[in-house]
């Protein structure tokens, strides 16, 4: 299992931030190596493998609340994620050794905390989601004032590669009231596409950006690893079709 610490800068010592890779595990092709998706047709075993050597290089006693995703805005409490995965996108936690855990293939993991690192949350954010207000959904169940809250974006499809149709665009321009240009930093989110005419390429760490900023977050870090462009280490369900999960992954460690 390849798991990468992060630290981003200005957060709070004792949150500490993690990513898997596709790399070190137990899977065979087409879900090698490190798949953690029990749902995406790998040997069961295989998964509960590398689930194990996840939970393993994470501060000892960790538990992971999985979820059931479902490219909505439901964000619900960790523990209650414990035993069985909640059907939600989002969830959080102000206790130590409970790791919020979102898995992501291409959509945008988002991991939040406040700057005393008392409460932490993970959110899955595909372009449904997102448009839809996700991002929104897990910064009011935080019960923070934004300012005081720190975003970190993890990887995920790239501007180049996340071709989407006009409706992509227009679900974003029109939910665009919290930004204060009319929709100008939206639209430059997205570019037409070289190849298919009334398509786009879509920037979802700039949409996620803009989201965050709209509702009065100013710490934001993006990592700005492109999953489709890097098949050695990132599973990318656009560019496979049939192919793993990876982890991203928040947790108190006091």
């Not at 009231?177 to 430059?188: C, H, R, T």
Request: overall charge negative.
């Amino acid at each position: 299992m390849s798991l990468v610490e992060v630290s981003p800068r200005g957060w709070p010592g004792n949150v500490r931030l993690f990513y898997t890779t596709r790399i070190g595990g137990h899977s065979k092709p087409p879900f090698d190596e490190s798949n953690v998706g029990f749902h995406v047709g790998d040997d069961a075993g295989a998964v509960r493998a590398n689930r194990a050597d996840l939970r393993a290089g994470l501060p000892a006693g960790t538990q992971i609340a999985w979820l059931e995703q479902v490219h909505g805005t439901e964000i619900v409490p960790a523990v209650d994620s414990l035993q069985a995965p909640c059907r939600a996108d989002a969830s959080w936690t102000g206790e130590d050794r409970v790791a919020c855990a979102v898995m992501v293939a291409d959509c945008l993991p988002v991991l939040l905390t406040d700057r005393s690192g008392s409460v932490i949350a993970a959110v899955h954010a595909g372009w449904r989601g997102l448009a839809a207000g996700v991002l929104e959904s897990a910064v009011s169940a935080l019960d923070v004032v934004p300012r005081e809250l720190c975003a970190w974006l993890g990887p995920a499809i790239g501007r180049n590669a996340f071709e989407v149709g006009a409706e992509v665009r227009s679900a974003f321009l029109q939910g665009n009231e919290l930004q204060g240009d009319e929709g100008g930093s939206v639209a430059a989110c997205f570019r037409a596409s070289p190849i298919r005419p009334g398509h786009y390429l879509a920037d979802l760490n700039g949409l996620a950006m803009l989201r965050l900023r709209g509702i009065g977050l100013n710490t934001i870090e993006s990592l700005d690893l492109c999953t489709f462009g890097d098949p050695h280490r990132f599973f990318s369900y656009r560019r496979d079709g049939t192919t793993g999960r990876m982890a991203c992954l928040i947790v108190r460690d006091n």
